[in-house]
């Protein structure tokens, strides 16, 4: 069974989002950045139980796309 994943940016109050090619959602009261102690710029993959099964200083297309490749083959 093959099941979409589903992306979208968090953004810090304050944060254009006008290039961003993906679904933006607003943080803003700060509950993302307080409960993953996230960064400006930071990638996150959060897993459907709430665990982060993926993060990154700057997330590119590649590196994630590797990562799901090794997940998604097991």
Not at 42 to 54: E, Q, S
């Amino acid at each position: 069974m093959n099941t979409p994943v589903r992306a979208y940016v968090v953004l810090a109050p304050g944060t254009g989002s006008a290039d961003i090619p993906l679904p933006a959602l607003l943080d803003a009261s700060g509950e993302f950045q307080a409960a993953y102690d996230a960064t400006g710029g930071c990638g996150y993959l959060i897993r459907p139980d709430g665990y982060i099964g993926y993060r990154a200083g700057r997330i590119t297309a590649p590196e994630l796309l590797n990562h799901l490749g090794i997940i998604f083959a097991k």
